[in-house]
């Protein structure tokens, strides 16, 4: 069993960044498949990046490519979500998500069956 923290959510305005933290217990999240999510009111939630289980490979939303960067820690049991040039459209509750091993489809909600409560993101125009 994984339990996944977030962190670093806020406030922000248009053009600035956030850095967000998924902190893993319960075992080491090495060769765990991550990823985080977002879901803006009354929409579903939605992919925004994901890297494989044992780093090499990432993923992104087109709509963050460019600006967001996914990076893992596994010695510190800790994802990452550098978040740069925010825009009003990233607004959301931010979600980490995890699964052992190999994700065929990292970008699938589903394909996750770890996650954690969410921290939110609000940027402002």
């Known amino acids: 069993q994984v339990q996944l923290v977030e962190s670093g959510g806020g406030l922000v305005q248009a053009g600035g960044s956030l850095r967000l933290s998924c902190a893993a217990s319960?075992?080491?999240?090495?060769?765990?498949?991550m990823g985080w999510f977002r879901q803006a009111p009354g929409k579903q939630r939605d992919f925004v990046a994901a890297?494989?289980?044992?780093?090499?490979?990432?993923y992104y939303a087109d709509s963050v490519k460019g600006r967001f960067t996914i990076s893992r820690d596994d010695a510190k049991n800790t994802m990452y979500l550098q978040m740069n040039s925010l825009k009003p459209e990233d607004t959301a509750v931010y979600y980490c998500a995890a699964r052992y091993g190999y994700a065929d489809q990292p970008m699938a909600v589903g394909s996750y069956n770890y996650w954690g409560q969410g921290t939110q993101v609000t940027v402002s125009s």
């Open positions: 319960g075992r080491s999240f090495r060769n765990y498949a």
């Open positions: 890297t494989s289980w044992n780093g090499a490979s990432t």
